[in-house]
């Protein structure tokens, strides 16, 4: 499971024209899902994510999380982040789960985020043609992959 993290002012999706979710002070939180990932996965990413220390404290370093600030979170589904830009230049999906597998999946994190950061997290609608916006504070933007702890 990849995570692609910002840290933003404000962020939104919208589908067919409509805004379907935003947020204030937070994180825009893009999920990529592969058949490997699994509850561990869920697990550590979503801990991670909310104790993740790059909001500013008093003195302006970044020594607080999401969690800390009463921050909200917003999970985008994006299948393209295990795109393979190996071979020639069309990205192959192939790594990237099938909806059958990925939506459950998607859906375990974004009730594990809401059970780890104790409030409710807005979400876009899997598989649909959104239109995100942000603004990235900072700028910030973090890349975590469960397969690769780093």
């Known amino acids: 499971m990849r995570l692609v993290i910002q840290r933003v002012k404000q962020a939104s999706v919208s589908i067919g024209g409509s805004v379907k979710s935003s947020i204030d002070d937070g994180l825009l939180v893009l999920v990529g899902i592969e058949d490997a990932d699994g509850e561990e996965d869920i697990k550590w990413l979503s801990s991670k994510l909310v104790q993740l220390r790059i909001f500013g404290d008093e003195a302006g370093v970044m020594n607080c999380s999401v969690k800390d600030t009463c921050g909200e979170i917003l999970i985008i589904s994006q299948f393209t982040l295990h795109a393979s830009t190996r071979k020639g230049n069309r990205p192959s999906y192939i790594k990237a ?30 598989g ?17 992959d469960s397969k690769v702890k780093e």
């Open 128 to 144: 649909a043609d959104m239109q995100v916006a942000l603004v990235n504070d900072g700028p910030v933007t973090i890349l975590i």
């Open 97 to 126: 789960s099938k909806p059958d597998i990925a939506i459950p999946l998607y859906e375990a994190f974004v009730r594990q985020v809401e059970t780890d950061l104790g409030k409710p997290v807005k979400t876009g609608s899997f």
